[in-house]
């Protein structure tokens, strides 16, 4: 054990080393490393996936309305009824 918090599973599956704190000799430890996606392993392995759209809609993480959203929408139906209310 290398002592950078990884588990070596992980490690032998990104291609790290678990015997050694930093593989790649850049003096940035494993954990601390980042992918091609910019997450580092420690945030990779503690399932923090990153999103910044949704994988299954490509607009926003789920869950986020976005910019024209449900919000929106409520908005824009309560202006609609006091503009018909105006005499």
């Given at each position: 054990m290398d002592r950078d918090g990884l588990l070596n599973e992980l490690e032998e599956e990104v291609g790290t080393s678990p015997e050694v704190l930093d593989s790649s000799g850049n003096?940035?430890?494993?954990?601390r490393e980042e992918g091609a996606d910019g997450r580092t392993l420690e945030a990779v392995q503690a399932g923090d996936n990153g999103a910044t759209t949704s994988p299954s809609t490509g607009g926003p993480p789920d869950g986020a309305c976005g910019a024209f959203g449900l919000e929106a929408l409520?908005?824009?139906?309560?202006?609609g009824v006091a503009k018909k209310r105006r005499p």
């Open positions: 003096r940035i430890s494993d954990d409520i908005l824009l139906g309560l202006l």
